[in-house]
């Protein structure tokens, strides 16, 4: 009897291990997803800092090129909905 807990016993943390190391190698994954989202979404942040120029700068200089920036997207659907 006692022969079969013992045996039942490290079977059981053999299991254990197992699932740890599995929810430990999931984790680290999800870790380093979420830190390259983020590394992702400060990039062009950097960018600007290294270039010198502010984002409202950016955003000139795209309209006099002919593009248009967010805010002028903006005031213009805001206008289409006025005038609808």
Do not use: Y
């Not at 009897?1 to 045996?7: A, V, Y």
């Not at 870790?31 to 992702?40: F, G, L, P, Q, Y």
């Not at 010198?52 to 002919?66: C, L, Q």
């Amino acid at each position: 009897m006692q022969e079969k807990k013992r045996s039942d016993e490290k079977e059981w943390s053999e299991i254990r291990d197992e699932i740890l190391k599995k929810v430990v190698d999931f984790t680290d994954q999800q870790i380093e997803k979420v830190k390259a989202s983020i590394h992702k979404k400060t990039e062009p942040k950097a960018e600007e800092a290294h270039s010198g120029k502010s984002p409202s700068e950016k955003e000139k200089e795209m309209e006099a090129e002919g593009g248009s920036s967010v805010d002028s997207k903006t005031q213009s659907k805001k206008h289409h909905v006025k005038s609808a």
